[in-house]
């Protein structure tokens, strides 16, 4: 016997269905999650499989690029997003990298390591430079970066333009991977320059007999 001014709610039908359903669209994803799981390693395992079969090609690509000179500087001064980022001195920096690396890790966590190689020049003593991101759905988030050894004739100007320029560039890029910012130059050579650096590339038209200019640039492809 209910107590005197009590009230009884009685649940509607359509929100008691409403209710089994969610219950039933619940027990449906957790019976789902063994195939998702089988799912998630066969697609790891044949990424795997394509990521060995691609290597020999990348490596027979980067022996190639290493024996043009200044392929690198070429390609990042013609890139449309890159081009407002880099100096002359940035350019003439990068002419002597000889190398550009990307992999990627997907577990435990998504890590995007970038390599830059680099032959004897008169800015720093690194042969590589290393900078690692954290990727997820919206950003690259810098995570580690191989400091700059630099000449001891040239620490006083990399100290200066690193604080006397604020905005965002290639050279705070490269000497500071925490700069704000940075982290778009980083998906534009993990996700752009790093896989197809060919169509940036601008090569010399040789000039026609008896004319005295240099050429003009033509696009790779």
Known sequence: MRPEGSLTYRVPERLR???????????????LEPVNAQARKAFSRQREKMERRRKPHLDRRGAVIQSVPG??????????????????????????????EVEEEKHPVHLCKIMLFFRSNPYFQNKVITKEYLVNITEYRASHSTPIEWYPDYEVEAYR?????????????FS???FAGSNKIAEILCKDLWRNPLQYYKRMKPPEEGTETSGEPLVGT
Do not use: K
């Open 71 to 100: 392929f690198w500087a070429n390609v990042i001064a013609n890139h449309p997003q890159m081009s407002a980022l880099i100096t002359d001195e940035d350019e003439d920096m990068l002419s002597y990298m000889v190398s550009l």
């Open 17 to 31: 269905q409403g209710f089994c359903g969610v219950g039933r669209a619940a027990q449906a994803l957790v019976e």
């Open 176 to 178: 500071d991977h925490n």
């Open 161 to 173: 333009r690193r604080h006397h320029n604020s905005s965002l560039n290639f050279f705070n890029w």
